[in-house]
């Protein structure tokens, strides 16, 4: 589903006369990568999917973990929720900035081809010419937005999800 977002994302960018979408929806789009390119083509960025999800979510977790322990997220604490909601948005800013530049490269390479040709030749030819073409910056472009969206979704999800668990278990 990343590849196909990605893909949609990116129909029609780069061309000056042509309004036609490619896709018309995400099936749609998974559907024509394979009859284009094969099953190489449908797991596009996935390895650097793999790389991205795997420390994020553990910074994810460890992050909300150690901060609501931290600030005392406690059932008869007046102020739990409002600490659960900064917990929960600090946990996913903690864990877009500690796999971003990787975020950027998965973009990259899954966008990679859609004008029909390929440019990059895996991760490190990616990181590579990334590097040398637009500098260290490039992995931090869009960052700040990036990171204004996470806190408040990252903030309702967890306490969210925390406050539905402690009323299913009965502590809420």
Not at 75 to 90: C, H, Q
Not at 149 to 159: D, E, I, L, M
């Amino acid at each position: 589903m990343e590849l196909a977002k990605t893909r949609m994302q990116m129909q029609g960018t780069g061309e000056k006369k042509s309004k036609r979408k490619l896709y018309k929806n995400s099936l749609d789009c998974l559907v024509r990568i394979y009859n284009k390119e094969g099953v190489r083509g449908i797991n596009r960025g996935m390895l650097t999917t793999f790389i991205r999800e795997t420390p994020g979510f553990g910074v994810y977790f460890l992050a909300y973990d150690v901060l609501t322990r931290s600030l005392g997220c406690e059932p008869d604490d007046p102020y739990m929720i409002p600490k659960l909601l900064f917990a929960g948005g600090m946990s996913g800013i903690a864990s877009w900035i500690s796999t971003y530049p990787v975020d950027v490269i998965k973009s990259r390479l899954q966008a990679d081809g859609v004008g029909g040709v390929n440019q990059y030749n895996g991760i490190a030819d990616c990181v590579r010419q990334s590097w040398k073409r637009e500098g260290w910056r490039v992995f931090t472009r869009g960052l700040t937005s990036t990171l204004l969206r996470a806190f408040p979704v990252n903030a309702t999800t967890f306490a969210t999800v925390t406050l539905f668990l402690m009323y299913m278990r009965g502590g809420g």
